[in-house]
C-alpha cells in the first residue's frame, strides 16, 4: 500500500498541471479575443464614427418629424352604459384603423389622419366598486371564494363595470380641444336611449331635492311647535331626549339632509350619459423607442457592421478549410 501512495500522488499532480495549463490556455484565449476586437476597432475606427454619425443624424430626423402625442379622458359611463363606452370606443378604434375619414369627419374631427388610436381601459379601483352597493360587494365575495382575487379584479366582465374608465387618445400632432376632444364626447354621447334615460333620472333627482325639501320644512315646523308647548318647562333638552318620537323625527331629518347631499353630487355627475371627470392632452409619448432614434439608430447601425464584418470572417475561414480539405 506504501508504494501505491507516491503513484497516486504524481498521478494528482499531473491533473492539476493540466487543469491549470488548460485553464491558462482559456484565458489566453479571451485575451487574444480582447485584443483581436481592439485591433479590429482601431482599423475600422473611422467606420464606426460614419455609422454613429449617420445614425444619430437620421435618428434626430425621424425624432423631430415623427413624434408622438398621448391624451387621456377620464369619464364615468352612467345609467349602466359601460358595455356602450367600450362598444363606441371599439368602433371609433376599427374607423381609425380602417381610415374611414368621411366617418371621423362626419363626427367634427379635425386633422384626422394624425390620430394614431382610441383606446379605453378601466381605471381599477375593486374598493370603490365593492362599496357602490351590497350587490357588488356579494359579488366580489362570492368570486373571490372561487378563484384568484387579482384575477378577479383585472377580469373583463369586473372591470368594465368599475366606475370610472381612461380614454387614451393617440396622435401623431398636438390637438385642441374643439379639434378632437369635444367630437369624442359628443360621440359618446350621442345615444337617444341613455339620452332619454339621463333626462328621467334627473327628473327624478330634482323630485326627490324638492320633496325632501318640503318634509324638512314640515319637521322644522313640527319641532318649532313642539318647542312652542314645552317652553314653559324648566329642562327642555330632558324632554327632547326622553322623547323618542322628536329623537326619531331628528334623525329623519338628518338623514333626509344627507340624502340631498348625495343627491345633488349626483345630480352634478349625471348631467352626461358618459360624463368627463378630468382631460390632460398633448403629452408627448416617450414610451418604447419614441424620441429615442437618435440613440437607438447608432448603436443598429453599428450592431449591423459588427454582424456582417463576423460573418464574413466565418465565411472566408470556412471556405479556406472547405478548400484544403478538396
Given at each position: 500500500?506504501?508504494?501505491?501512495?507516491?503513484?497516486?500522488?504524481?498521478?494528482?499532480e499531473?491533473?492539476?498541471?493540466?487543469?491549470?495549463?488548460?485553464?491558462?490556455?482559456?484565458?489566453?484565449?479571451?485575451?487574444?479575443t480582447?485584443?483581436?476586437?481592439?485591433?479590429?476597432?482601431?482599423?475600422?475606427?473611422?467606420?464606426?464614427?460614419?455609422?454613429?454619425?449617420?445614425?444619430?443624424g437620421?435618428g434626430?430626423?425621424?425624432d423631430?418629424?415623427?413624434?408622438?402625442?398621448?391624451s387621456?379622458?377620464?369619464?364615468?359611463p352612467?345609467?349602466?352604459?359601460?358595455d356602450?363606452?367600450?362598444?363606441?370606443?371599439?368602433?371609433?378604434?376599427?374607423?381609425?384603423?380602417?381610415?374611414?375619414?368621411?366617418?371621423?369627419?362626419?363626427?367634427?374631427?379635425?386633422?384626422?389622419?394624425?390620430?394614431?388610436?382610441v383606446?379605453?381601459?378601466?381605471i381599477?379601483?375593486?374598493?370603490?366598486?365593492?362599496?357602490?352597493?351590497?350587490?357588488?360587494?356579494?359579488?366580489?365575495?362570492?368570486?373571490?371564494e372561487?378563484?384568484?382575487?387579482n384575477?378577479?379584479?383585472?377580469?373583463?366582465l369586473?372591470?368594465?363595470?368599475?366606475?370610472?374608465?381612461?380614454?387614451?387618445?393617440?396622435t401623431?400632432?398636438?390637438?385642441?380641444?374643439?379639434?378632437?376632444?369635444?367630437?369624442?364626447l359628443?360621440?359618446?354621447n350621442?345615444?337617444?336611449?341613455?339620452?332619454?334615460?339621463?333626462?328621467?333620472?334627473?327628473?327624478?333627482?330634482?323630485?326627490?331635492?324638492?320633496?325632501?325639501?318640503?318634509?324638512?320644512?314640515?319637521?322644522?315646523?313640527?319641532?318649532?311647535?313642539?318647542?312652542?308647548?314645552?317652553?314653559?318647562t324648566?329642562?327642555?333638552?330632558?324632554?327632547?331626549?326622553?322623547?323618542?318620537?322628536?329623537?326619531?323625527?331628528?334623525?329623519?331629518k338628518?338623514?333626509?339632509?344627507?340624502?340631498?347631499?348625495y343627491?345633488?353630487?349626483?345630480?352634478?355627475?349625471?348631467?352626461?350619459?358618459?360624463?368627463?371627470?378630468?382631460?390632460?392632452?398633448?403629452?408627448?409619448?416617450?414610451?418604447?423607442?419614441?424620441?429615442?432614434?437618435?440613440?437607438?439608430?447608432?448603436l443598429?447601425?453599428?450592431?449591423?457592421?459588427?454582424?456582417?464584418s463576423?460573418?464574413?470572417?466565418f465565411?472566408?475561414r470556412?471556405?479556406?478549410?472547405?478548400?484544403?480539405?478538396?
Amino acid at each position: 500500500m506504501s508504494t501505491n501512495v507516491p503513484q497516486n500522488q504524481e498521478d494528482q499532480e499531473i491533473d492539476l498541471s493540466q487543469i491549470f495549463k488548460k485553464i491558462g490556455v482559456f484565458f489566453e484565449g479571451i485575451a487574444t479575443t480582447i485584443f483581436k476586437g481592439i485591433l479590429f476597432i482601431k482599423n475600422n475606427i473611422l467606420t464606426f464614427l460614419l455609422l454613429f454619425v449617420i445614425g444619430f443624424g437620421l435618428g434626430f430626423y425621424l425624432d423631430c418629424n415623427h413624434k408622438s402625442y398621448e391624451s387621456e379622458i377620464i369619464v364615468m359611463p352612467n345609467f349602466n352604459s359601460n358595455d356602450y363606452l367600450y362598444s363606441k370606443i371599439n368602433l371609433l378604434n376599427s374607423k381609425i384603423k380602417e381610415n374611414d375619414t368621411v366617418f371621423l369627419k362626419k363626427l367634427g374631427f379635425e386633422d384626422v389622419n394624425q390620430i394614431n388610436s382610441v383606446e379605453i381601459k378601466p381605471i381599477l379601483d375593486i374598493y370603490k366598486f365593492a362599496s357602490s352597493n351590497v350587490r357588488n360587494f356579494e359579488l366580489i365575495k362570492l368570486m373571490s371564494e372561487k378563484g384568484d382575487l387579482n384575477k378577479i379584479v383585472e377580469a373583463n366582465l369586473t372591470s368594465k363595470n368599475y366606475p370610472f374608465h381612461a380614454v387614451n387618445i393617440s396622435t401623431s400632432s398636438m390637438i385642441t380641444s374643439e379639434g378632437l376632444i369635444n367630437p369624442v364626447l359628443a360621440y359618446l354621447n350621442s345615444s337617444e336611449y341613455y339620452s332619454k334615460i339621463k333626462t328621467e333620472n334627473r327628473n327624478n333627482i330634482e323630485i326627490k331635492i324638492k320633496q325632501s325639501d318640503l318634509i324638512i320644512n314640515q319637521i322644522d315646523g313640527f319641532l318649532a311647535a313642539a318647542q312652542n308647548n314645552t317652553r314653559g318647562t324648566s329642562n327642555n333638552l330632558v324632554y327632547y331626549n326622553e322623547n323618542s318620537q322628536l329623537n326619531n323625527i331628528i334623525k329623519t331629518k338628518d338623514s333626509l339632509i344627507t340624502g340631498q347631499g348625495y343627491q345633488r353630487i349626483e345630480r352634478i355627475n349625471s348631467d352626461k350619459v358618459i360624463k368627463d371627470v378630468s382631460i390632460v392632452t398633448n403629452l408627448k409619448n416617450t414610451k418604447g423607442i419614441n424620441g429615442k432614434l437618435k440613440l437607438i439608430l447608432p448603436l443598429v447601425l453599428i450592431s449591423l457592421f459588427l454582424i456582417f464584418s463576423i460573418f464574413i470572417r466565418f465565411y472566408k475561414r470556412q471556405k479556406v478549410k472547405f478548400e484544403n480539405n478538396i
